[in-house]
T-cell receptor, first 116, second 112 residues
């Protein structure tokens, strides 16, 4: 079965610090990878996604992620965080050829707090 | 705004009751997914409908059921509610052949 691991549960950074959130998945076949962000009290918003091609993908708000197939990883990065980046970040995977459904499997989330 | 709408935003009810959550997908999207977000279980897939047909079930209790109507909106029915059913319920929609899911604002269910 597919699973997603996010190793950092809570991260506290100061403004302008660099961010890297880890995400590893377990699935032997082709996968699509996603990062979603959930601001306090709000719904999930798509930050970026990887389907194929260039393993370095750029998303909204200055976020990027790198897919490393050999490591089954899809880490999220941002060179300089802002207070407004305070949110919970979810890594997710689906298997586009995994049957009748493209359900998303989510990691447990990483709560990021950025201190001004 | 993702284009996915959910009603109601908040729902407070008592144990043993039954509630219905509603989701309208983005215009043109045929797939609707339901997810439950709780503190202890995280974000869990419940069920997927495509163009009115059930495609897959995840960790959905037998007390829960869903359907997708001809106009493509979907309803999630939760019955014999228990305290542990308190959670955020999200729906998401996607277009056939495109694997990106767009999420609605969620319904926060509180069972007292």
């Amino acid at each position: 079965a597919q699973s997603v691991s996010q190793h950092n549960h809570h991260v506290i950074l100061s403004e302008a610090a660099s961010l890297e959130l880890g995400c590893n998945y377990s699935y032997g076949g082709t996968v699509n990878l996603f990062w979603y962000v959930q601001y306090p009290g709000q719904h999930l918003q798509l930050l970026l996604k990887y389907f194929s091609g260039d393993p370095l993908v750029k998303g909204i708000k200055g976020f990027e992620a790198e897919f490393i197939k050999s490591k089954f990883s899809f880490n999220l990065r941002k060179p300089s965080v802002q207070w407004s980046d305070t949110a919970e970040y979810f890594c997710a995977v689906n298997a586009p050829y995994g049957g009748a459904t493209n359900k998303l499997i989510f990691g447990t989330g990483t709560l990021l707090a950025v201190q001004p | 705004d993702s284009g996915v709408t959910q009603t109601p935003k908040h729902l407070i009810t008592a144990t043993g009751q039954r509630v219905t959550l509603r989701c309208s997908p983005r215009s043109g999207d045929l797939s609707v997914y339901w997810y439950q977000q709780s503190l202890d279980q995280g974000l869990q897939f419940l069920i997927h409908y495509y163009n009115g047909e059930e495609r897959a079930k995840g960790n959905i209790l037998e007390r829960f059921s869903a359907q997708q109507f001809p106009d493509l909106h979907s309803e999630l029915n939760l019955s014999s509610l228990e305290l542990g059913d308190s959670a955020l319920y999200f729906c998401a929609s996607s277009t056939k052949g495109v694997d990106t899911q767009y999420f609605g604002p969620g319904t926060r269910l509180t069972v007292l």
